[in-house]
């Protein structure tokens, strides 16, 4: 079984930052992708970042300039690095995981005030 375990969300203003945090651990078998999807109320998840494990990265054009995916392969954490946020990112974001089948993180709520 493999688990992911999320942290880094709260609240913060419009224009301001927030680093997400993803571990992940239990019986992790070869990785192909990690990343985020949000949530926000009353619509369906999407895509924020993936990054892939030969490190090829994709981006919501929603977030693009804005905010920073990353992987530490030793420690099977992927971060998410949110900048300039916007009101808009409200939601709960999602780790994700890939190996030859995929999991899903519990959710870290972010909500920006304008």
């Known amino acids: 079984q493999v688990q992911l375990v999320e942290s880094g969300g709260g609240l913060v203003q419009a224009g301001g930052s927030l680093r997400l945090s993803c571990a992940a651990s239990?019986?992790?078998?070869?990785?192909?992708?990690m990343g985020w999807y949000r949530q926000a109320p009353g619509k369906q998840r999407e895509l924020v970042a993936v990054?892939?494990?030969?490190?090829?990265?994709t981006y919501a054009n929603s977030v693009k300039g804005r905010f920073t995916i990353s992987r530490d392969n030793a420690k099977n954490t992927v971060y998410l690095q949110m900048n300039s946020l916007k009101p808009e990112d409200t939601a709960v974001y999602y780790c994700?995981?890939?190996?030859?089948?995929?999991?899903w993180g519990q959710g870290t709520q972010v909500t920006v005030s304008s």
């Open positions: 994700n995981l890939v190996t030859y089948v995929g999991y």
């Open positions: 239990g019986r992790i078998s070869s990785i192909n992708s």
């Open positions: 990054i892939t494990s030969d490190g090829r990265i």
